[in-house]
């Protein structure tokens, strides 16, 4: 298995295992129908693969043999695997599938007594394992799957391998087994924010050929000189707020959130420094800085333009859209600031002042950082209810304002990291006086909702001069708060088939993988609770694995991977660059290259609907047209797990509300991975 780990490779296309596995089309609802013509489409078996293996379980030849017919043996999503493989030690699990329920509940599979780990390197049987039923074979009510677990964590030695099913003639994705099977992801996922930036060229050698790109949003009335949502006539409205990153598949800055992603990089370096090395093939490269922390600053350059002489924070960016990003003509508006934005801020200052401080040479900008932050502070406190919601009034897209409870939250947050920044008492007793009323604490609940703030206090927790009972709280509340149903219970239990449990499946459910995943090591991480290591690694390790292919589409989730290990990588999603029906970029089968690698989409949602337009009444029969004679099945009305389909079709199909990327998506796969590279490996 070939893996590429330089950015910035010019060979067109995407591998051809990435370009043969997704083979549904993109642009329409009729999609759905040929999403089973392929093993290793999302539908996760094809009707060959179905009347081939449903044929018996008989028992396959016995372990030890030579295994080299098995390399011809045709790729079934059947058979889900982490995609990208496994590290030696951890343990391993595949699963086996058999729909019973969904748009693939016309496909059928039946395990045999073993299945085979066959090294592909030399054809050999390195073990064999008896599938195991999940719920003594019940249908999984999330997937509407029955399925069986085959454990082969006992294969330690590294190689690339796949599993074979010899009664069927069928085989699992290749897979590595290795020390660093995750650094070229990382590196992927990481990169995204490069092809993310805002008025920054892509151009190699940093930007691979494929998806090179002018700097954007740099024209006249654009970001250097952005004027008040309500005051476009105005100069002197005008300011420069060029740079930041764009933040999902639309190209809007949110600041709320861009703070939040600056706040979680910067854990993630924190917690892992090790991981961050200087040769991700960015502009910054070998500049004797990590690179994640060189993008950082990119980041937080936006952040601080966002920033007015009396402290307080703009809070929302409204820009153009087209594909490539450079070909925007319009003009950017922004939001007046907010007691949100401004929390917001004052947290990310305050922490980036921290961690950047550390850095050869940035000793002066983290200075400047922890001025801001307090100035920042300064001002929310005195002004604690300003609020814009800038949906509602034409700005950007998605509405980045909260509620009463979520500016106390941000204020915790902001106070923690100023505390840790300038080591002042004042925000120690801040955060001392008014913690017990987070809910973490008032109701002994660890969520995937609220991670920011429950992370943060654990991080409070940890920092010295923190008051021992307080900190004592915290941490013994978090480990209450794991042991409740969905967290510690739904592992121990083996609640999900899958093997990577979240409680509900809504809009952006791979960031509430990711989010679980990062749950219970951040209990390893502050010393919350009793959970060992071993245990606390291998249960972030399933929600890992399910974004890497073990789920009932046996997806990857990311984008484009094929030519970075993943047989079944996303095809297509909704981002305006990679847009429906662009030559370049529409979809890895579909078009010259495909969208870039690395984002993690939304994910499955079963709250997915065409737009309430459709079908007669989008204002005219071309718009009516484009809705088809029905919701796109998948993922409309589909078991949760398989709410899901490679499509990236704008309104009035709607497909941003299951495959757009975000950033704050990217984000916590970015920490949840990077737990899982050591030492630049």
Avoid at 340 to 350: I, L
Avoid at 377 to 390: R, Y
Avoid at 531 to 549: I, V
Avoid at 638 to 647: E, G, I, N, R, V
């Amino acid at each position: 298995m070939t893996v590429h780990t330089e950015g910035g490779s010019s060979s067109g296309g995407s591998s051809s295992s990435s370009s043969s596995s997704s083979s549904s089309s993109s642009s329409s609802s009729s999609s759905s129908s040929s999403s089973s013509s392929s093993s290793s489409s999302s539908s996760g078996g094809s009707s060959s693969s179905s009347s081939s293996s449903s044929s018996g379980s008989s028992t396959s030849s016995s372990s030890g043999g030579s295994g080299s017919g098995y390399l011809s043996y045709e790729q079934s999503g059947f058979i889900t695997v982490d995609q990208f493989g496994y590290l030696p030690n951890s343990e391993k699990v595949a699963v086996l599938r058999d729909p019973q329920q969904g748009y693939d509940a016309a496909d059928s599979y039946s395990p045999p007594a073993e299945i085979h780990v066959v090294n592909t390197d030399n054809g050999q049987i390195v073990h064999t394992a008896q599938p195991q039923a999940w719920n003594g074979g019940a249908t999984a009510e999330f997937s509407g799957d029955r399925v069986w677990h085959v454990d082969f964590s006992a294969v330690t030695a590294s190689g690339d391998y796949i599993l074979a099913d010899a009664s069927g003639e069928l085989r699992s994705a290749e897979f590595r087994i290795a020390a660093d099977v995750y650094r070229p992801v990382l590196e992927q996922a990481v990169r995204t924010f490069f092809y993310q930036r805002v008025g920054f060229p892509k151009q190699a050698p940093y930007a691979d050929a494929r998806w090179a790109d002018g700097a954007s949003h740099l024209d006249a009335g654009q970001d250097p000189q952005a004027r008040r949502y309500n005051a476009t006539g105005d100069a002197s409205s005008e300011r420069d707020l060029r740079g930041g990153w764009y933040d999902a598949g639309d190209y809007n800055k949110y600041t709320n959130w861009h703070a939040d992603y600056l706040i979680s990089l910067l854990h993630s370096y924190r917690e892992n420094p090790a991981v961050w090395t200087d040769d991700f093939n960015i502009p910054e490269s070998g500049n004797g800085i990590p690179d994640l922390l060189d993008e950082v600053k990119w980041g937080m350059d936006w952040l601080v333009r966002m920033q007015e002489s009396n402290g307080s924070v703009l809070s929302v960016m409204g820009l153009s859209h087209a594909s490539p990003p450079s070909a925007a003509s319009g003009a950017s508006t922004y939001g007046p600031a907010t007691t949100a934005a401004t929390y917001s801020s004052a947290a990310a200052f305050a922490l980036g002042s921290h961690v950047l401080g550390q850095m050869p040479g940035m000793q002066s900008y983290a200075a400047d950082l922890s001025a801001r932050a307090e100035s920042a502070w300064q001002w929310a406190q005195a002004n604690p209810a300003v609020t814009f919601h800038n949906a509602d009034n034409g700005v950007a897209a998605g509405e980045q304002e909260v509620d009463d409870y979520g500016r106390f939250a941000k204020s915790l947050i902001a106070a923690i990291n100023l505390y840790r920044a300038t080591g002042k008492a004042a925000y120690r007793s801040y955060v001392e006086s008014n913690y017990q009323t987070a809910h973490l604490m008032e109701w002994s609940w660890v969520s995937i909702w609220e991670t920011e703030l429950q992370h943060a206090l654990l991080y409070f927790a940890s920092l010295p001069g923190v008051d021992g009972s307080v900190a004592s709280s915290i941490r013994s509340t978090y480990a209450t708060g794991m042991n409740g149903d969905d967290n510690w219970p739904a592992v121990t239990g083996n609640s999900d088939a899958y093997r990577a449990y979240i409680p509900q499946y809504t809009w952006g459910s791979n960031r509430s993988q990711a989010h679980q995943g990062n749950l219970f090591l951040d209990q390893l991480q502050y010393n919350a609770g009793t959970a060992g290591e071993t245990a606390a690694r291998n249960a972030a390790l399933r929600n890992l694995n399910y974004l890497h292919g073990v789920n009932p589409q046996g997806k990857v989730y990311l984008s484009n991977m094929g030519e970075f290990g993943a047989e079944n990588s996303v095809d297509s999603f909704y981002h305006s660059w990679f847009a429906d029906g662009s030559p370049q970029w529409d979809s890895v089968s579909g078009s010259s290259y495909g969208p870039a690698p690395g984002f993690l989409v939304g994910g499955p949602n079963p709250s997915y609907d065409w737009d309430a337009c459709c079908p007669n009444s989008c204002g005219s029969p071309e718009n009516n047209a484009r809705c088809g004679i029905a919701p796109p099945a998948p993922p409309y009305g589909q078991p949760a797990q398989k709410s899901f389909l490679d499509f990236n079709t704008s309104w009035p199909l709607n497909s941003w509300a299951v495959t757009e990327n975000h950033n704050m998506y990217q984000v916590a796969y970015i920490r949840l991975l990077s737990k899982f590279v050591s030492d630049g490996n």
